[in-house]
T-cell receptor, first 114, second 117 residues
Framework: DAGVIQSPRHEVTEMGQEVTLRCKPISGHDYLFWYRQTMMRGLELLIYFNNNVPIDDSGMPEDRFSAKMPNASFSTLKIQPSEPRDSAVYFC????????????FGEGSWLTVV | AQKITQTQPGMFVQEKEAVTLDCTYDTSDPSYGLFWYKQPSSGEMIFLIYQGSYDQQNATEGRYSLNFQKARKSANLVISASQLGDSAMYFCAMRTDYGGATNKLIFGTGTLLAVQP
């Protein structure tokens, strides 16, 4: 079975450029999460969606970050303009809505902003 | 407020020994789930084990077991017969269910486990 698929796996970009990270959740899952992981701040929840609707975006750092989920099988996280402090691993995860169901993570997108 | 606390930044264990990784949590929601994930050096997040707040028995999955003490709000992970491949970062996480709406998954800071031969 296909897991959560993220792209790109690695991206190096220059400060000021737009970055778009993509995620395809597991088919049938109705929750989708975007996390960011850094050494300093650990794993932070940025935003999550339920049935394609954003539920909580309180973790989005600032207006430079935006996320969309136009349909049940695709989500994007966009950073514009990017800054060096955005360098991190960005994880997408998905699950069914029932509490006991496992939340599955993608392999992460490793972003470096120089 | 919901919170997960992992007080052990790093631990060592000898191969074939058992090890316990500590996790305490705080929530006012009566319905919640506790998860443990493993993150090896390659970076992926691997689900290990789940415990529901209403589960009567401690969860077990192969060499992993969860020592759930609800009154103490602790959910420690026990790894039996440690293997070299168990060397990784381990995260405790919690998800709550408030009013029928399943909430977000929040993580602790992690424990780095090193298994020594």
């Amino acid at each position: 079975d296909a897991g959560v698929i993220q792209s790109p796996r690695h991206e190096v970009t220059e400060m000021g450029q737009e970055v778009t990270l993509r995620c395809k959740p597991i088919s049938g899952h109705d929750y989708l999460f975007w996390y960011r992981q850094t050494m300093m701040r650990g794993l932070e929840l940025l935003i999550y969606f339920n049935n394609n609707v954003p539920i909580d975006d309180s973790g989005m750092p600032e207006d430079r970050f935006s996320a969309k989920m136009p349909n049940a099988s695709f989500s994007t996280l966009k950073i514009q303009p990017s800054e060096p402090r955005d360098s991190a691993v960005y994880f997408c995860a998905s699950s069914f809505s029932t509490l006991g169901n496992t939340i599955y993570f993608g392999e992460g997108s490793w972003l470096t902003v120089v | 407020a919901q919170k997960i606390t992992q007080t052990q930044p790093g631990m060592f264990v000898q191969e074939k020994e058992a090890v316990t990784l500590d996790c305490t949590y705080d929530t006012s929601d009566p319905s919640y789930g506790l998860f443990w994930y493993k993150q090896p050096s390659s970076g992926e997040m691997i689900f290990l084990i789940y415990q529901g707040s209403y589960d009567q028995q401690n969860a077990t999955e192969g060499r992993y077991s969860l020592n759930f003490q609800k009154a103490r709000k602790s959910a420690n992970l026990v790894i039996s017969a440690s293997q070299l491949g168990d060397s990784a970062m381990y995260f405790c996480a919690m998800r709550t269910d408030y009013g029928g709406a399943t909430n977000k998954l929040i993580f602790g800071t992690g424990t780095l486990l090193a298994v020594q031969p």
